[in-house]
């Protein structure tokens, strides 16, 4: 374990240590603040100031570490000083160079990041981050909340901005709405450590349309009047899918390894039960879906292409993979052509034409005439034409999501695939939205949804 955290602090090697092969302590003499030599305290040179060496805080029970709470500003030191312990020292570049040259330093660095770590629920395997103990992280009490950002901090600080990305993908990959422990001052303070621009140009409806709909998939509500937001409000399996899709389409490669690594990367999204099965094959195919599931992470290829043709039958190879039965290639195809058609400045009259004409759905309905007897239903079907009717009757962004989940049924597929549809055709996604969506997501999300944007709708934008 301890070898696998240190491919994920850096290149250089460290030296081996015997954690467990603590001999006693004499005659320790506690260092006067002015001067303390964090180096030399990573070495085992010299003790903290309440007497304890680095050695002695390897050994912190689970007990012991949620007991004391004047040891994390030294095993996780960052730049700011200590609110609540203004006693303990900070670092700055000269440290953070030192640390990197001196392997004895660094390997007790990556030592406590691992102890903090177990403790938090959560260890290395592969050169990833993952959880361990599933649900640990809402078991603990809310300083570690505090904690966890200085360990976000501390581990950008000290210049390993890689495993504080890592890290803060593992923890986003966990949050779940059923537990109010975790609230949104939080949230911010973990994104703020990813440096999150909140100002970036990014492909964001059908995720945004996901975290808002999460709430309510399985709490329906039939009003278009409700919080947009909550402290449970999270990224599903619809945005992990979507992003997939986009990566596909800027690097290429091929689409069922990337859903693959995706999926496996973030196993707690909400997939269900078929597609969960596929993620733990080795060489998955398809397994004959209609689910809405090719429809909810289509909405990048409805951006990607010039041509309606060229949209089609990308929307076809994206829906296929998984979903390869007529009626879940259609749900993909009929959205991407909607995204496509609603970019390119067609009016909703000759969308709905389009739509209906080409792929048979019924859409001389209305919200209101749906909502009074809908229910849940996951396939392609029964809720792709449903979100077309909600974009369709909507005045703006909002209220096409709001529209979508007031049905009552898939909330955060149908605010997903509304979402895509109405980002298209309005333009924009709120700055609000925008916002409160970028804090729910991992870095890596927003740097490949922000790359398609650059890539594919910039050029778009160019050429209309």
């Known amino acids: 374990m301890l070898n696998r955290f240190k491919h994920l602090f850096g290149n250089k090697k460290n030296k081996e240590f015997g954690i467990n092969n603590i001999t006693p302590i004499e005659e320790k003499q506690i260092v006067p603040k002015e001067q303390v030599d964090l180096i030399r305290f990573f070495r085992n040179e010299l003790p903290d100031n309440k007497n304890r060496y680095h050695k002695d805080i390897l050994q912190f029970n689970h007990e012991q570490i949620e007991y004391y709470h004047d040891f994390i500003q030294w095993i996780l030191p960052t730049i700011d000083k200590s609110q609540f312990h203004p006693e303990a020292p900070t670092i700055d570049d000269h440290f953070k160079e030192q640390l990197q040259q001196d392997d004895l330093a660094k390997s007790n660095y990556c030592r406590t990041c691992q102890l ?43 210049g390993n901005n890689q495993c504080s990305t890592k890290l803060y993908h593992a923890i986003m990959s966990e949050i779940k709405p059923d537990s109010d422990k975790i609230d949104n001052n939080t949230l911010d303070y973990w994104a703020k450590t990813q440096r999150i621009n909140i100002n970036c140009n990014i492909l964001i409806g059908a995720i945004a349309g996901d975290i808002i709909g999460s709430i309510y998939e399985f709490n329906p509500i039939k009003s278009i009047d409700f919080p947009l937001f909550k402290k449970y409000s999270r990224f599903t399996d619809d945005t992990v899918m979507t992003v997939a899709n986009a990566n596909w389409l800027l690097t290429n490669n091929i689409l069922s390894d990337i859903m693959l690594d995706y999926g496996n990367r973030y196993p707690n999204a909400g997939y269900g039960g078929s597609f969960y099965n596929w993620l733990q094959q080795d ?82 309905r209305t919200c209101d005439k749906i909502r009074i007897a809908y229910q849940f239903d996951v396939t392609c079907q029964g809720s792709v034409p449903e979100s077309i009717i909600a974009f369709l009757e909507s005045k703006d962004f909002e209220h096409a999501i709001r529209l ?51 890539k594919f709708i910039m050029k778009n934008k160019s050429i209309d």
């Open 283 to 364: 060489i998955p195919e398809p397994y004959n879906s209609f689910g809405n599931g090719s429809a909810m992470r289509v909405s990048p290829v409805g951006w990607a292409f010039e041509t309606l043709e060229e949209t089609l039958k990308k929307a076809k190879e994206s829906a296929e993979v998984t979903h390869n039965h007529p009626e879940g290639i259609k749900g993909a195809q009929a959205t991407a052509a909607c995204i496509y058609l609603a970019r390119t400045g067609k009016s909703k009259l000759e969308i709905k034409e389009y739509i209906e004409s080409t792929f048979g759905y019924n859409l001389n």
């Open 404 to 454: 979508a989940i007031s049905l009552g049924g898939d909330a955060d597929t149908m605010g997903a695939i509304t979402g895509s549809i109405a980002e298209a055709y309005y333009k924009e996604v709120p700055e609000e939205i925008k916002k409160e969506v970028l804090k729910r997501l991992p870095k890596e999300f927003i740097d490949v949804m922000e790359r398609f944007y650059k």
């Open 116 to 158: 903090y770590l177990n403790y938090v629920g959560f260890h290395c395997n592969k050169r990833q981050i993952q959880c361990q103990i599933t649900g640990r992280l809402y078991e603990l009490p809310y300083h570690n909340q505090l904690r966890i950002t200085r360990m976000l901090n501390s581990l950008n600080q000290v």
